[in-house]
């Protein structure tokens, strides 16, 4: 089966540093892409991962572990345009070039 | 320049009378996507098309249909909507390779409120 976890909710502050974590289950990994959406809009791409490691874009960061099923989103120097929802989406091969969702990470940023 | 484009944004129609939700896109991407986001919800992926082949998954509702009459367009048609389905739903598009590193392109979604 397909499974992706990640916490409901974080709060933050200006300037601070933020991790979003997510886990993941699924038969023939394909890669994994962080996305985020404000209320109300379509979600937008910010990163991809299919080999071990961090990549780096900016302010944001995602790192991938694939033995242990594990990702994370780092997002440095928050802003408050950074409040919005941060979904974790893992490519399976038995779907084809499809995406399987998690339920999405709500981060508030508070000055 | 909007590059996946969906109408409308908003839409309210009866319970039971037929609706149809349109997408385009300007990519020339093989594949298109149509997915269905209630509120705090994971999207979750309802069909897609590669070129004109349709892939249903296996637990969309019979009363959700799709159309892709060419690479360009893509239609999402609720034959008989129920309250349940009151949702976001979200138009992707990608290329064809599974193996690039090809983020999926989602327009701005049409919000669907079933009275």
């Known amino acids: 089966g397909q499974n992706i976890d990640q916490p409901t909710e974080m709060t933050a502050t200006e300037g601070a540093i933020v991790q979003i974590n997510c886990t993941y289950q699924?038969?023939?990994?394909?890669?994994l892409f962080w996305y985020q959406q404000h209320a109300g809009e379509a979600p937008t791409f910010l990163s991809y991962?299919?080999?071990?490691g961090l990549e780096e874009k900016g302010r944001f960061s995602s790192f991938l572990s694939r033995s242990k099923g594990y990702s994370y989103l780092l997002l440095k120097e928050l802003q408050m345009k950074d409040s919005a929802s941060y979904l974790c989406?893992?490519?399976?091969?038995?779907?084809?070039?499809?995406?399987?969702f998690g339920k999405g990470t709500t981060l508030s940023v508070s000055s | 320049d909007a590059m996946v484009i969906q109408n409308p944004r908003y839409q309210v129609t009866q319970f039971g009378k037929p609706v149809t939700l349109s997408c385009s896109q300007t990519?020339?991407?093989?594949?298109m996507y149509w997915y269905q986001q209630k509120s705090s919800q994971a999207p979750k992926l309802l069909f897609h098309?590669?070129?004109?082949?349709?892939?249903n998954e296996a637990d969309t509702p019979d009363n959700f249909q799709s159309r892709r009459p060419n690479t360009s367009f893509c239609f999402l048609d609720i034959r008989s909507p129920g309250l349940g389905d009151t949702a976001m739903y979200l138009c992707?598009?990608?290329?064809?390779?599974?193996?690039?590193?090809?983020?999926?392109?989602f327009g701005d979604g049409t919000r669907l409120s079933i009275l």
């Open positions: 991962n299919v080999l071990d």
């Open positions: 992707a598009t990608s290329p064809r390779d599974r193996g690039a590193n090809q983020p999926q392109h």
């Open positions: 098309y590669y070129d004109k082949d349709f892939n």
């Open positions: 699924t038969s023939g990994f394909n890669g």
């Open positions: 990519l020339n991407h093989n594949v």
């Open positions: 989406a893992v490519r399976d091969n038995q779907a084809g070039t499809a995406l399987i």
